[in-house]
Protein backbone atom coordinates (compact mmCIF):
# COMPACT_ATOMS: atom_id res chain seq x y z
CA UNK A 1 0.00 0.00 0.00
CA UNK A 2 1.24 3.35 -0.90
CA UNK A 3 2.38 5.54 2.41
CA UNK A 4 0.66 8.73 3.16
CA UNK A 5 3.94 10.79 2.56
CA UNK A 6 3.77 9.34 -1.29
CA UNK A 7 0.08 10.28 -2.01
CA UNK A 8 0.99 13.60 -0.57
CA UNK A 9 3.71 14.10 -2.89
CA UNK A 10 2.14 12.46 -5.90
CA UNK A 11 -1.15 15.10 -5.49
CA UNK A 12 1.58 18.16 -4.97
CA UNK A 13 3.38 16.70 -7.91
CA UNK A 14 0.07 17.03 -10.17
CA UNK A 15 -0.36 20.65 -8.88
CA UNK A 16 2.99 21.58 -9.75
CA UNK A 17 2.42 20.12 -13.26
CA UNK A 18 -0.66 21.85 -13.70
CA UNK A 19 0.38 25.15 -12.43
CA UNK A 20 3.25 25.27 -14.81
CA UNK A 21 0.58 24.09 -17.56
CA UNK A 22 -1.18 27.64 -16.80
CA UNK A 23 2.04 29.35 -16.72
CA UNK A 24 3.14 28.19 -19.85
CA UNK A 25 -0.09 29.21 -21.54
CA UNK A 26 -0.32 32.59 -20.49
CA UNK A 27 3.30 32.89 -22.02
CA UNK A 28 1.81 31.41 -25.18
CA UNK A 29 -1.09 33.66 -25.26
CA UNK A 30 1.31 36.58 -24.50
CA UNK A 31 3.32 35.80 -27.34
CA UNK A 32 0.67 34.57 -29.92
CA UNK A 33 -0.59 38.16 -29.53
CA UNK A 34 -3.94 36.89 -31.20
CA UNK A 35 -7.32 37.08 -29.41
CA UNK A 36 -8.27 33.61 -31.40
CA UNK A 37 -4.83 31.44 -30.52
CA UNK A 38 -5.16 32.55 -27.13
CA UNK A 39 -9.11 31.63 -26.93
CA UNK A 40 -8.38 28.10 -28.20
CA UNK A 41 -5.25 28.40 -25.66
CA UNK A 42 -7.60 28.91 -22.99
CA UNK A 43 -10.69 26.05 -24.38
CA UNK A 44 -7.99 23.66 -23.87
CA UNK A 45 -6.94 25.06 -20.15
CA UNK A 46 -10.35 24.58 -19.26
CA UNK A 47 -10.67 20.94 -20.57
CA UNK A 48 -7.06 19.94 -18.25
CA UNK A 49 -8.27 21.57 -15.22
CA UNK A 50 -11.47 19.71 -14.71
CA UNK A 51 -9.06 16.44 -15.51
CA UNK A 52 -6.48 17.55 -12.52
CA UNK A 53 -8.81 18.39 -9.88
CA UNK A 54 -10.73 14.75 -10.67
CA UNK A 55 -6.87 12.89 -10.41
CA UNK A 56 -6.12 14.91 -7.53
CA UNK A 57 -9.48 14.69 -5.42
CA UNK A 58 -9.06 10.67 -6.35
CA UNK A 59 -5.50 10.18 -5.32
CA UNK A 60 -6.90 12.15 -1.89
CA UNK A 61 -9.82 9.82 -1.84
CA UNK A 62 -7.50 6.46 -1.90
CA UNK A 63 -4.99 7.93 0.65
CA UNK A 64 -8.29 8.18 3.14
CA UNK A 65 -10.46 5.13 1.91
CA UNK A 66 -8.93 3.14 5.40
CA UNK A 67 -9.80 6.11 7.58
CA UNK A 68 -12.85 7.09 7.36
CA UNK A 69 -16.12 5.85 7.23
CA UNK A 70 -17.82 4.28 3.60
CA UNK A 71 -20.86 7.39 3.96
CA UNK A 72 -18.17 10.34 4.63
CA UNK A 73 -16.35 9.02 1.76
CA UNK A 74 -19.28 8.91 -0.63
CA UNK A 75 -19.82 12.52 0.48
CA UNK A 76 -16.61 13.84 -0.03
CA UNK A 77 -16.66 12.48 -3.91
CA UNK A 78 -20.23 13.47 -4.31
CA UNK A 79 -18.88 17.12 -3.54
CA UNK A 80 -16.43 16.31 -5.71
CA UNK A 81 -18.88 15.50 -8.52
CA UNK A 82 -20.63 18.67 -7.77
CA UNK A 83 -17.92 20.64 -8.41
CA UNK A 84 -17.52 19.03 -11.82
CA UNK A 85 -20.71 19.71 -12.37
CA UNK A 86 -20.79 23.29 -11.07
CA UNK A 87 -18.64 24.90 -12.80
CA UNK A 88 -19.28 23.41 -16.44
Known amino acids: MIGQTQIVRNMAL ?9 I ?6 VRSGRVTVALQINGI ?3 VGPMIL ?3 S ?7 AGR ?3 EKLGIVGMG ?3 ILLGTR
Not at 24 to 29: P, Y
Not at 58 to 64: E, K, S
Request: neutral net charge; proline residues 0%.
Open 80 to 82: VLL
Open 58 to 64: FLGLTGL
Open 68 to 70: ISL
Open 24 to 29: AAGIFM
Open 45 to 47: LGL
Open 54 to 56: TAV
Open 14 to 22: LRIIAGSLE
